[in-house]
């Protein structure tokens, strides 16, 4: 492993992945984050021995058709938003207001590829002239397996990074199950590599760098064919 901050403080009496600690999700009616709205969210307490403490889950009427290829990943059609979900304006702000409950806290938020899902947060308040979110102490086990263990070969999807941690994902692509499957990914890398156990603002810090410097090195690949080619390096959540 390189590049990863070395010796573990003195200070940090008990690890961040041994404390309280959410895992969130969303499920969503597209890929792209800067237009995708809000179908399902989740967010699981897990306790400090890694056990399930409490959900807090939404479904969500977007207000618009669920294009039938977002609805054949998660199982939410536009039938069931509409007849079950509530309604967009009130869940994005419960959403957000929970979020920032536990950032108040000071708890870890773990989100298996952050960026698209905050960054979807923030477009969402943002359509609603409302407060973006601090967005702190994230832990984003996509970013720090890309970093702690760069040249294994595969697929990095929270199935395949599962299956190589070893974590239990049942019912993949519902938000809960992501967001729990999230969580245990997080636990084994900070097992597996001691030197992620740094203060969260500091593991907060390299990830943003992590990010800049994967995105940096996949544009410069896709460059050889395209010179036009870019990826955003922003992290945990895309500029405009």
Same mark, same amino acid.
């Given at each position: 492993m390189s590049d990863v901050a070395a010796p573990i403080p003195a200070s940090l009496a008990v690890p961040w992945h041994q404390q309280i600690r959410l895992g969130f999700d969303l499920e969503t009616t597209g890929r792209d984050p800067e237009e995708a709205?809000?179908?399902?969210?989740?967010?699981?307490?897990?306790?400090p021995h890694g056990r399930l403490a409490a959900a807090y889950e939404?479904?969500?009427?977007?207000?618009?058709?669920?294009?039938?290829?977002?609805?054949?990943?998660?199982?939410?059609?536009?039938?069931?938003?509409q007849a079950e979900g509530m309604p967009a304006d009130q869940?994005?702000?419960?959403?957000?207001d929970t979020l920032r409950d536990f950032f108040d806290a000071g708890i870890p938020v773990v989100a298996f590829n952050a960026c698209y899902d905050f960054t979807v947060m923030d477009r969402e308040l943002a359509r609603r002239g409302l407060q973006p979110l601090q967005n702190q102490w994230i832990i984003d086990p996509y970013i720090i397996d890309k970093q702690v263990d760069r040249y294994r070969k595969g697929k990095r999807t929270l199935t395949d990074v599962c299956t190589f941690y070893g974590v239990e994902l049942l019912d993949a692509h519902t938000s809960a199950a992501d967001s729990l499957?999230?969580?245990?990914?997080?636990?084994?890398?900070?097992? !597996?590599?001691? /030197?992620?156990q740094v203060p969260l *603002?500091? %593991?907060?810090?390299?990830?943003?760098?992590? !990010?800049?410097? /994967?995105?940096?090195?996949?544009? *410069?690949? %896709?460059?050889?064919?395209?010179?036009?080619?870019?990826?955003?390096?922003?992290?945990?959540?895309?500029?405009?």
């Open positions: 709205l809000v179908v399902t969210a989740s967010l699981v307490v897990v306790d939404w479904l969500v009427d977007p207000g618009v058709p669920i294009p039938a290829e977002a609805a054949a990943v998660h199982g939410v059609t536009t039938e069931k938003a869940a994005v702000v419960e959403i957000a499957a999230a969580v245990g990914v997080a636990d084994r890398l900070a097992a !597996k590599y001691p /030197q992620l *603002d500091e %593991l907060h810090g390299l990830q943003v760098r992590w !990010k800049a410097e /994967q995105s940096a090195s996949l544009q *410069d690949y %896709l460059r050889r064919k395209d010179p036009s080619a870019v990826i955003n390096g922003d992290w945990p959540v895309q500029g405009r």
